[in-house]
């Protein structure tokens, strides 16, 4: 069987799990917490960072965009890429803007302060100008998802590509912590409540860490 | 004509301009000072960031990893992925390992300190605790090339792929400024060494940033 360590407040891990569901592909879960930096998960991925897929067969990959477009090449259905080279440009334009851009901007001062600082017992207290600085910066890409998806249904087109997943992984951590400002960015909202509706979504909205209690809207379908 | 928008000490464009020399493709240059904000680049990229492919037709794209896959995708010759899902994998997993963590752990630390915050006439001064962690955490990179070319010729086996590519294209920004400790890594000097030959290498290493000289051996194929 195909196993995935995997952390639930990590965006990364969590774009692989949903492409993991959208392809249906079964799988055994590993919660993994990588600030413990276990030798035996060390192993399986040197820069001993979430998420590492074990194939049936025994091979581990790691990074969470080679994984991603992994199972898009060897299990077709349904395509998270389109078929036209430029089109495909467009949508990883867009993963890379969620994984490198939002999360440096908005996950890693949210998240990453309020939150993994306390799960992984650093002595670092969290960084309120950091944390300031997240809060302000959410909005702007809020309002770019909104004017986005003016146009579609999706980020980059009429259906679900690559580009939602990565963005709603980042998204759906942020929400977990309540920190979301739904209410000020309707189109944004209407967009995730889009994405959070799909059945690939389930795992996530159940996910429950001990001692980090997600909000009640968190799982609501209609927040 | 083709054109690209990039910086010489941006490893994101050396990463595009060592693919575009590889497949043989002609572009126009455009020198860009992302941090100038030019409101027309900014049309052209909304993360206002270089490198910007305009394609033949007028097509913007952006991010260097969307960039570098369209560019794979559209012109075949050299192939940059190998044909195999897993083997591409784990090209993808080394891509991402040197534009991230290489990046975030090295690059940034010095060509961002160093030099980068001066060039942008950035009010912050340089940070020399940010100095330190970086070259100190460039001998594990150096030492992992090493471990990998020691079974082939390239890092992700016996021709060049995206993964030197993307690791030459941040190691040759650190060369530029004389930072890189290659006499105590024989064997990542060694792979360097058959990068840095190669016809591809030629337009990087002419570079010269007016008040950003190259060290003497920067531009030396026997350094
Ligand atoms: N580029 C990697 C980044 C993965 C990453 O940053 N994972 C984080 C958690 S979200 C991690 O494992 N960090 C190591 C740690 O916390 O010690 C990917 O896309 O998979
Ligand atoms: N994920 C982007 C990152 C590009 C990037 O970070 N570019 C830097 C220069 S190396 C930039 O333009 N920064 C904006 C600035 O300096 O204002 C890519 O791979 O293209």
Redo the contacts between chains.
Sequence with gaps: MRSLYHHPLCPFSRKVRLVLAEKKLEFDEHVERPWECRPEFAALN??AEVPVLV?EGG?A???S???C??LD??FREPPLLPAE??A???V??L???FD??FHHEVTRGLLGEKVIKRLSQSRAEPDSRAIRAAFSAIHEHLD?IGWLTERHSFLAGSSLSMADIAAAAQLSCIDYIGDVPWDRHHGAKDWYARVKSRPSFRALLADHLPGVPPPRHYADLDF
């Design positions: 040197p820069a194939e091979t990959l790691a990074d965009t080679a994984i477009e992994y090449e060897a080279p430029m495909r440009a467009e990883r334009r993963v890379g803007w490198a851009k770019y």
